[in-house]
């Protein structure tokens, strides 16, 4: 079948197809924390995230780790083609955040063993691929045995030139007794791992993002860093200039001082 026009308007129905439909031995899962209080996003990130596409054409977004589904949310009502994968069914059983409005779009699976997602269209059932993936303090949860697994399933469902967009942690974080982040590992080695699988890391598109993105060190005041990982960095989008006020603007917007100043005036430090 030739490609099918895959924008958001022709989709009927999204599928997952899932070895394993949730991470059960996941200690993530057994101990849930970030998945029974995480539901992320970042209007700013999606601003620059769609200035760098251009937006010709509305983006098709596969977020990893989606926990409470706000990001995908915000995609799908900016006209994007987005689906959320969670590896714990905590939210899905208690229809938490956005669980309850687009349940449709989001999804469990354990992301370390296959799965494949299709969409439906007039023309039927296809295989989907997505422009940008992302991964939002997920890697450090993943065991360094699983890693290749996990990213085979983002080489399979990343479109020839995609981003693979990540936030990595640097420190453990314990709960009842059991570290949650299984692999912390510095930046070098992960880039090598990336590499070593058949990925490139682009510092540029870090750079483009300016610290604006929906997890990291900005919004958790812990160690860590960003990655943008890409199959083909030829075919990767260009990257826009930007005037100088917005690069100063993205080193401002929740930065300690200004997070401190808001807290002080209006009551509440968030993005």
């Not at 926990?67 to 994007?80: A, I, N, Y």
């Not at 296959?114 to 295989?127: A, C, H, L, N, T």
């Not at 604006?212 to 030829?234: E, I, M, Y």
Request: charged fraction near 25%.
């Amino acid at each position: 079948m030739p490609e099918v026009d895959q924008s958001p308007n022709r989709i009927r129905r999204i599928t997952v197809r899932a070895e394993r439909e949730v991470a059960y031995e996941s200690p993530d899962h057994l101990i849930p924390f970030g998945t029974r209080l995480n539901n992320s996003r970042h209007a700013r990130f999606n601003k620059k995230l769609y200035e760098l596409y251009g937006m010709d054409v509305p983006l098709r977004i596969l977020d990893l780790g989606c926990s409470g589904g706000g990001f995908v949310k915000d995609c799908l009502d900016d006209g994007c083609l987005a689906v959320g994968l969670e590896g714990s069914d905590y939210s899905k059983k208690l229809r938490r955040a956005e669980w309850r409005t687009i349940p449709e779009n989001l999804f469990t699976a354990d992301l370390t063993a296959p799965f494949q997602i299709s969409g439906e269209f007039p023309e039927g059932e296809v295989p989907l691929k997505f422009d940008v993936i992302t991964a939002w303090e997920v890697m450090e949860h993943i065991h360094e045995r699983d890693l290749p697994a996990l990213i085979a399933n983002v080489k399979k469902h990343l479109r020839p030139g995609g981003l693979w967009i990540m936030s990595v942690a640097l420190c453990d974080d314990i709960h009842d007794g059991v570290n949650l982040h299984q692999t912390v590992k510095p930046k070098a080695w992960w880039v090598a791992k990336m590499k070593e699988q058949g990925l490139t890391c682009v510092d540029a598109y870090v750079n483009y993002f300016n610290t604006q993105f929906v997890r990291g060190p900005k919004d958790t005041c812990r160690p860590g860093f960003h990655l943008v990982a890409t199959n083909d960095p030829s075919l990767g989008p260009k990257i826009p200039a930007e005037p100088l006020a917005y690069r100063i603007y993205d080193k401002w917007l929740g930065c300690r001082l200004q997070r401190l100043l808001r807290f002080a005036i209006a009551g509440y430090s968030d993005r």
